[in-house]
C-alpha cells in the first residue's frame, strides 16, 4: 500500500507527516514507524507525527520517535504539525489542538510558528543541575566546551543514569552567551543522538536559566544547531505561564513510500 508523506522541518528537527484523518496508518506498527524514520534505508527524520480528527478541536497530533515508539510531547514536531495543518488546509492562521500532554494553542506568521506550551508549576534546582517537565522531562546543565565535547556520549551517560534509569531524559547542555541568548545542544531520548534542535529542550533551558538567576528576561533567544528558537513566558508565584516557543517551521518535500 502507498503512502503519502510530508517532510518538515524546523531548526533543523525534522519529521515525517502523514494526514491519518481517514485512519490509514497503521498506528501500532512500531518497526514500520522506525523504517520510516531511518536516514539510510527510509525517509529519515528525529519522529514521525500523525495528523489526526478531534471530536472539539481542529486536529489531534500523535507523537512517535525515531526509535518507534509513541513518545512525550515535541515542540519544534507540534509547530511543523501546525504549518502542516494549513498546508492540508485544516486550519487558517490560528488553532486549538490536542496533543499527548493536553491542548495547545497556534499561531502562524508567515515561516514562523507560535506554539503555547504547559504550564510549568516544579523546577528542580540541584548542585550541577536543573531538571524540569515541559511536556517532555529535560535535564539542563551547563557546559563551557559546548562547541567541541562528545555530546553524544555524555548524554547517553546521563540520559541512562541515575535518578533516569529506564524511563529516561532528555539532556541539554548550555552556554551562557549573555542573559539574553544562551547556546543549547540537545541529546534526545527515543533518537538515541544529539538533534540539531529540540522544541521543548529550549523551553526547558529558558525556564531553567530564569529560575537560577542566569536572566532576568523573559523573552530568550536559544542559539540550537539548525538556526535559533525564541521561547517567552511569565511567572506568577512560581508558576511559569503563557509559555510561547517560537521559530520557522518548513516543508522541505512531499512524496509516497
Known sequence: MQQTFYKYQGTGNDFVMIDNRQQ??????????????????????????????????????????????????????GRCLVAFAKQLGVIKNKTTFEAIDGVHHAIIDGDIVRLQMQDVDTIEKHENHVFLDTGSPHHVQFENEIETFDIKTKGAKIRYGSPYNETGSNVNFVKKVNPKIFRVRTYERGVEDETLSCGTGVTAVALAMHAIDETKDNLITLQV?????????????????NVWLMGPAKLVFKGTV
Open 24 to 77: 490509514t496508518f497503521d498506528k501500532n506498527n512500531t518497526k514500520l514507524v522506525e523504517a520510516l524514520c531511518d536516514r539510510r534505508f527510509g525517509i529519515g527524520a528525529d519522529g514521525l507525527i500523525l495528523l489526526e480528527n478531534h471530536d472539539d478541536l481542529d486536529f489531534k497530533m500523535v507523537y512517535y520517535n525515531a526509535d518507534g515508539n509513541e513518545s512525550s510531547m515535541c515542540g519544534n514536531g
Open 225 to 241: 544547531q539548525g538556526g535559533e528558537l525564541q521561547v517567552s513566558f511569565e511567572v506568577e508565584n512560581g508558576v511559569y505561564k
